[in-house]
């Protein structure tokens, strides 16, 4: 599994404020919860950790909330990972040497590298606001009937 379950959470929460009243306006965790069917304890503490990544503003009170801390067009899935802790498995080794480096005595470092190096350029492309504009058509799609969506098969 690529992201852990932290960043998956993280990833459905900043969609979900993404495309909640255009993302302007405070959502509470609860609401965000209930919508993505999250733990609202767990979502919570990942909440917190995006607030101190400055993804996300919170604001208390009875109209308090979260809401995205910039346009969704500017928070990247590299930069969600890096704010809840899920960057720490790329530089690894992936066969659990010591060091990841091309004097190791790995005899995947050389492919691998070039994987590492693809799947960073797509975390650090992929945006809050792809991710929410796909998960509006998949949405419409699946309000009309359409794929495997509107069988419950697939988010």
């Known amino acids: 599994m690529l992201f852990t379950r932290p960043c ?4 459905r929460a900043l969609a979900h404020l993404a ?3 255009r993302g302007s306006l405070y959502c509470q965790a609860q609401e965000i919860a209930q919508a993505e069917a999250i733990p609202g304890p767990f979502l919570a503490g990942v909440l917190q950790e995006l607030a101190r990544g400055g993804l996300v503003k919170s ?3 009875p109209r308090g909330g979260f809401r995205l801390a910039r346009p969704a067009e500017q928070i990247t899935l590299y ?3 890096d704010a809840v802790g899920s960057l720490t498995s790329l530089p690894q080794c992936a066969i659990g040497l010591e060091e990841c480096s091309g004097d190791m005595l790995c005899p995947l470092h050389d492919e691998w590298e070039q994987v590492r190096q693809r799947l ?3 975390l650090q492309g992929v945006t809050v606001a792809d991710m929410a504009a796909a998960l509006a058509r ?3 799609r699946a309000s009309r009937g359409e794929g495997r969506e509107a069988k419950g098969t697939a988010r």
Request: net charge positive; glycine share 6%.
């Open 8 to 11: 998956q959470y993280a990833i």
């Open 19 to 21: 495309t909640h009243r």
């Open 59 to 61: 604001s208390k009170g």
């Open 79 to 81: 930069q969600i990972m």
């Open 120 to 122: 960073v350029r797509y």
């Open 138 to 140: 998949k949405k419409a």
